[in-house]
């Protein structure tokens, strides 16, 4: 390193270009992991779609022949379409009860409580877990026989509330995507009490000055520009909940126990690429990266589509 | 601020290449080690059975005496995680040298495939009869694998609650159901089961089955496609699975292997319908458990039946460097001197015939094996297809338990799974 005492202008302009050429080489680390770990994979993942597989050797090129098995191929056009039905449930209850909720709750905070800085935090804290470690907390909560749900329901005389919640096909599905419920509600509350705090005092002051009543604010000035942080909660909400897994893993494991009824799409992907974790499973690598390209197709597609609908709804401040 | 600009991005730079080769150096292959001379071969092996390191170190150490020049580790991974690993490093050409081999059609796939060395020839492979060595061996038969051990499915029970109910070993099926009854009547839940996991229910299937069919005639004939899965037999040990759901405990739907396990070794249920490997695991449970086993009694008059088969094996990576230790080390699986050493620590029945251990319980099975034994049919034969029929059987089941299902329904799935993949049926 030189100490530069004075700066002529043919120096400056070394400077100049020397900073020119570096702004180039910034992105090149997160270019080189993005590549490394999300590019390679994804055309390696379309490049296996297309081959015919024995076991986990490549086989020939069968073109779209895997991507027309998955959707009429018995029994895997059932189950994809019984797995998307989940995901579909999956999402539209995480959008009602979990974000319905925490806009509740971020409304309250907004609203100066008492406490509100504890209560922030509480709803806050099952995020700060690994999601394997709340399937399996919950799943010790749910057991049948000695878990706490159905202890305390005893306590209170309910005995005919205590079930085998996830081993009961008409119950499992719903336990699970509350438990994801309870587990995402202080991120969603975070995110709409940032878009609460951002909208300006003036307007609120202007309105009361005005005579509009609760029910006005909220839906006259409160919603409307509240929109950017209801879509990005919808964006992200959809995207986790069509990609879920490691709840469904840890609580039911990867055959979509009991009778498919808690089987998403990336756990039925799971169950064909690598084999349900039982003896005696069989792969299929060919379907299971037909599946994958399927997904990541739809998810980016709706995700763009979303995106594009919320940039027509913004409020023009 | 040159300087400090150029050394970020280099040491940036060099990060990137780490992390990116690290991908391609780090996944446990064999070790090739540059130096020639012979003293420093290693051999790796690869298994599911995390729970055993301490024991295969004593089996090492006895090879070692053998063969001091070869060093051997044992690298085990988890087992719902084994296949996933195996198969990426060994598509890498990598993978460790001594392949614990899943038994039947599932590792069959690997050999099938180009990974795994024929090893046809091996001295001491006439050790095994040849059903054990038929859970490596290929189509066309070419040996890939030296057998390990056999498990059997059975079903356990609680000597001391049999004892305060006045209770006996079954011999007929008839008394098997009277004996369920009557613990019911007593207010004890008969069955330690649960039909939460699937792969219980085939297993289940398996120990109970066999008594309605009668042994090895019918298995002899549904494997050549004499008959089928619609014949009266096999219907009849899908109704008994249905008919034995009400000596199971309250909300045996929700219940996993681990409930299950513990509501027997506290003696909450009387029998426990499981595997051989459970023996060790009760015994740490509680030390004080007084474990009894009885063979399934029929019901159609024939011989009692205990279900067995070999619960792995141990292959070649064809992609080894070193073959020919590899050889040396399976060699000395065959050996009497490994069956014991093996059964003894283990506590599990040594493929090969005749071992004694120093458990009585495990002595009485080996016995019983050799009078008994009827294929895990399910794993045996129909592990193959995709879904396999072992895993179609186990989520009908499970349909069945939860009412989305009935007999005939599981029944007409299965055989139409079957049907697709398994050229007898055609």
Known sequence: MQIETSTPIVKQKKTRNW??????LFPVPALLIFSVFIVYPLVAALSYSFYDWNGISRGAFVGFKNFIDLFTLQPFSSMFWNAAKNNVLYFVVQMVVQNGIAFVLAFIIYKKIKGAEFFKIAYFLPRLLSVIVVGFLWKLILNPNFGALNVILGEFGLESLQKAWLGDPKTALMTIILVNCWFGIGFAMLIFLAGLQSIPKELMEAAKLDGANGTKVITKII??????SIMIMTVLTFIQSFEAFELVYAMQGSQGEPYYSTDLLAVFFYRLAFGGSAAGSSTAVGLGSALAVVLFLFIATCTALLLKFMQKKQVEM | MKGIGRIWLVGLMALMLVV?????????GSNNDNNKDEESVTLTIGSWRTEDGPNYKKVIEAFNEKHPEIKVEFKPSKNTEYNTILNTSLQAGEGPDIIHLRPYAPGLELAKAGYIEPIDGLNGLDTFPDETLQASRGEDGTQYGVPLNLSTTQVFYNKAI?????LEEPKTWDEFMAINEKLKEEG???LAFGTKEGWLLSLAHGIFGPAHWGGNEFVEKISKGETDFTS????????VMEELKEYFPNNSEGLGMEDIRTLFFTGQAAMFPLGSWEIEVLREMNPDLELGFFPMPSAVGKEPTLTTWVDGSFGINANSKHKEEAKKFLEFLTTEEFGELFTTNFKMISAIPGVQSDNELVNDLSAAVSDYSTPYMMLVYFAGGNPSSKVTIETELQGMYIGEQDVDGVVKTLQENTEAWFEPFQ
């Open chain 2, 232 to 239: 009266p037999e096999f219907v009849k040990s899908i109704e």
């Open chain 2, 162 to 166: 049999f004892k305060e109910h006045g």
């Open chain 2, 188 to 190: 004890v839940t008969p």
């Open chain 1, 19 to 24: 900073k020119r050429w570096a702004i180039h």
């Open chain 1, 223 to 228: 919603l409307p520009l509240m929109v950017p």
């Open chain 2, 20 to 28: 990116s080769s690290a991908c391609s150096n780090e996944s446990g």
